[in-house]
């Protein structure tokens, strides 16, 4: 007797096998989720996600939960190449604002801090009880980063980045492209292992150090990173790869951000960070309605 394995049936068990820890719980990756994204900034590069009054903050976070939002990423340091980059003092007094009043409104909220410094996200994690790091640079703007996360027994975001917001698009000469992304994550999982951080999302790191081309040939290889067997995060939301091929702008790229989110959930996405959370929760509903008729 011959057995037949379809590469579906392989995707479809390593997405139920997904799960991390969340204040002692866990979190199940059955079925892909939506974080949505709060930025306490006045410069982020999408004026809409810019919310910092009590009431915006409120507003932002409301309609994160009842769109269908199951993470909150909030974060104070604008990745815009053309931003000032933050002190950690500086950005824990705009992270401490915005919490107190998240966790008196929403306190049940699963939430994420978006940082590269390990002192942010002590503190996020040990006075507001953040339960996700989530570091655009892998460790490598604070190496202290590692130590940290594992010290804290939170799920942590790896992603892929070159220097710093401020010089990554110059950082776009690779060997080879794919191979050395590969090679980083297997690199940075065995570390974060050595350290005894288990829980790791795996984020490719759209729109950093690389080329609208690189981001495009990136995309279309998503599916090889269930060889890693980690829940995959993938962020493209209303990003230059979209309006400069579309010749838009930011503000008009939520067609070309749901074109993609639908493609990276066929391809293995398990989380979608996202600006517009209806729209990505709805991609999510009908992809995975396809999904019944799988054959």
Known sequence: MRLEVRCSDLTDNLEMMKTINIKGGLLDFSQPVVMGILNVTPDSFYAGSRKQSEQEIIARVGEILGQGGKIIDIGAQSTN??????????????????????NREFPDAILSVDTFYGDVARFCVEEHGVAIINDISGGEIDDTMFDVAARLNVPYILMH??????????????????????FYFSKK?????????????VDPGFGFSKTMEQNY??????????VFELPLLVGISRKRMIYHLTG??????????????????????????????????????????LKEYDF
């Open 161 to 182: 980045m070159r220097g710093t917001p401020q010089t990554m698009s110059g950082l776009t000469d690779y060997d080879n492209f794919i191979q050395d992304i590969f």
């Open 189 to 201: 999982i065995a570390e974060l292992h050595l350290r005894g951080v288990n829980d790791i999302i």
């Open 217 to 226: 040939e990136l995309m279309a290889t998503l599916r090889g990173f269930s």
């Open 81 to 102: 190449p053309t931003s000032t980059l933050l002190s950690a003092r500086e950005e824990i007094e705009r992270l401490g604002f915005a919490l107190n009043i998240i």
């Open 248 to 289: 838009s702008t930011p503000d008009e790229s939520l067609n070309g951000t749901t074109v993609l989110n639908t493609f990276a959930l066929q391809n293995g996405a398990d989380i979608l960070r996202v600006h517009d959370v209806k729209e990505a929760v709805e991609a999510v509903t009908i992809t995975n309605k």
